[in-house]
């Protein structure tokens, strides 16, 4: 079985299950993407650790890694495996030094563990032949609805929004001063604002380039 490997390539709101999440994966080595509806706390939970935030407290994927390695249990790779009657099905593939064995998972869950390994990501190709979106027809969709849209702000600006994982920061006023800043994202840590706490760190790193 020859695995396909992957790349996270944006994670937004569904369009079509409110309260969900787009989880959009693309191939590396070609034009297809595949698109997975994930629920809230799992996109939470994959979004904190793109965007390298610390939770105030550990969340359940950083408690399985914590198990893990308290056990001697590596993580090798993440594999979404199969799609059956819409579902996705995923395995995650562990090794305790003398053997590897593999654990069937949620594909949300085992991306959200596999983000805090640091582990590759793959799926097989009757999966992409399926549920894969060819990357040059959706270009060439994306660049029509555009054009029709020109005229109307307002749904472009919602839709634009909606492509990203964390909305763009907003600027904050100038008397900010980098220890309010610091506060404030340790305000946001400690209510579990992680969205808000995103927008505050990228305002930092800014301000330290």
Do not use: W
């Not at 549920?131 to 472009?156: C, K, M, Q, V």
């Not at 008397?175 to 930092?204: F, G, N, P, W």
């Amino acid at each position: 079985m020859k695995k396909i490997p992957l790349e996270i390539l944006g994670l937004s709101s569904s369009q079509s299950q409110s309260g969900s999440f787009a989880l959009i994966l693309g191939e590396k080595t070609g034009n297809r993407r595949l698109p997975i509806i994930i629920g809230m706390f799992e996109a939470q939970s994959i979004a904190i650790q793109i965007e390298k935030i610390s939770p105030n407290r550990p969340l359940t994927h950083d408690l399985f890694r914590s198990f893990a390695e308290q056990v001697h249990v590596a993580v090798l790779e993440v594999v979404i495996s199969d799609l059956k009657e819409g579902v996705f099905y995923s395995k995650i593939v562990c090794s305790d030094g003398a053997s590897t064995f593999e654990l069937d998972s949620r594909p949300s869950d085992a991306i959200a563990i596999g983000l805090r390994f640091g582990v590759p990501i793959f799926t097989v190709e009757s999966v992409l032949s399926e549920a894969g979106i060819i990357l040059s027809d959706l270009d060439e969709t994306d660049a029509d609805d555009s054009d029709d849209d020109d005229d109307d702000d307002t749904d472009t600006d919602a839709n634009s929004d909606e492509t990203r994982a964390t909305p763009p920061p907003r600027e904050p006023s100038g008397q900010v001063s980098l220890d309010e800043l610091t506060k404030m994202l340790a305000q946001a840590l400690e209510r579990e604002d992680y969205e808000k706490a995103a927008k505050i760190r990228d305002e930092l790193n800014k301000r330290g380039d």
